[in-house]
């Protein structure tokens, strides 16, 4: 049966990574019958933002198949417009109960940030918008004193939950009437686990949600020239 609540969708996103880890994967809603019953329409029971790295499969690492999951992926899960749409789109057209911020240990995107900022130097071409993207995580964990990447993944993670519910009133709106919840989950890559780094839970009301992101023109510069 297709999760239809959040806690349902993030107990059946747990026992399917519980699955992948144990080297007992179902496979499931991966055959032919079913790739016939899905392409009239789609359900899935969980939007997974997701970073771009090649190791963070979501249908593999949750042991989930076709129609399953909404997954919208780009490096460092960063979160820009059409990431929020693309959201948006499968809260309040699909049905979709859970939103799932997806990262991992030793991002490449939060190191290649970090050092860009450490040696005040401008990546080359569009990586600059994923420094300036990725910046107020590192901001953030300065002022907490967290130096260690994974700890910065941690809040990194934590950082884009917040960002997408102060950035969209659309998704803001359905957490505080109850028809969605949003995790952000870390995955390691070496073990294959995913383990809960925050949470806003169906229901929350305004004053528990995430206070306004800094617009775009007034985030702080991660790289000074």
Do not use: K, W
Request: charge should be negative.
């Amino acid at each position: 049966m297709t999760p239809i609540t959040p806690e349902q969708a993030l107990a059946e996103l747990y026992a399917g990574n519980r699955r992948f880890v144990t080297g007992v994967p179902r496979h499931p809603n991966q055959d032919a019958d079913h790739r016939a019953v899905v392409a009239d329409g789609q359900h899935p029971f969980a939007v997974i933002v997701g970073c771009s790295d090649s190791r963070l499969a979501a249908e593999i690492i949750f042991d989930r198949g076709l129609g399953d999951l909404f997954v919208v992926r780009t490096a460092g899960h960063t979160v820009g417009p059409e990431v929020l749409g693309s959201v948006e789109y499968a809260v309040t057209v699909l049905g979709t109960p859970l939103i799932v911020v997806l990262g991992h240990d030793s991002c490449g995107a939060v190191q290649a940030a970090r050092e860009s900022v450490r040696t005040r130097t401008a990546p080359a071409g569009h990586l600059g918008a994923l420094v300036d993207a990725v910046a107020p995580s590192l901001l953030r964990a300065g002022r907490e004193g967290v130096e260690d990447v994974n700890g910065i993944v941690d809040i990194h993670i934590a950082q884009t939950v917040e960002a997408m519910l102060a950035r969209s009133a659309v998704l803001a709106e359905l957490v505080s009437a109850g028809r969605c919840g949003v995790v952000g989950m870390s995955y390691r890559l070496s073990a294959g686990e995913v383990r809960t780094v925050a949470e806003v839970p169906a229901g929350a009301t305004a004053a528990t949600l995430p206070g306004p992101a800094p617009a775009a023109d007034q985030a702080p510069t991660a790289v000074a020239g």
